[in-house]
């Protein structure tokens, strides 16, 4: 666990001379300091962190997905061509 400690005293002084008055420069103090008791600044894990080689592997993957949703695509639009030329066809058979 990583301590966080800070001059409160010197904060309010800041704060003071920034233009807070006396209350307001201690609220805030106070608020920095509950936040850091209660852990909300938290450590950074840098597991959580995508390296090189996880971002080459997923752009390969992505690469995968994308080639096999153009073949999807492709046969899908063949099909659909290829009804709309029969659909054609029939029409100008039935309709001279």
Known sequence: MVSVTFDTHRVVKDL???????AQAEAVVNALG???DRDVVKPVDLKEFA???DLAQAIAELR???KAM?????????GVMI???GLTVAIL???P
């Open 51 to 53: 390296t090189k080689a």
């Open 16 to 22: 003071r001379d920034a233009g807070f008055d006396e």
């Open 93 to 95: 058979k039935l309709f």
């Open 34 to 36: 509950s936040a850091v």
């Open 70 to 78: 153009e073949l999807r695509l492709t046969v899908r639009l063949t």
């Open 64 to 66: 995968t997905e994308m």
């Open 83 to 85: 009804a709309t030329a």
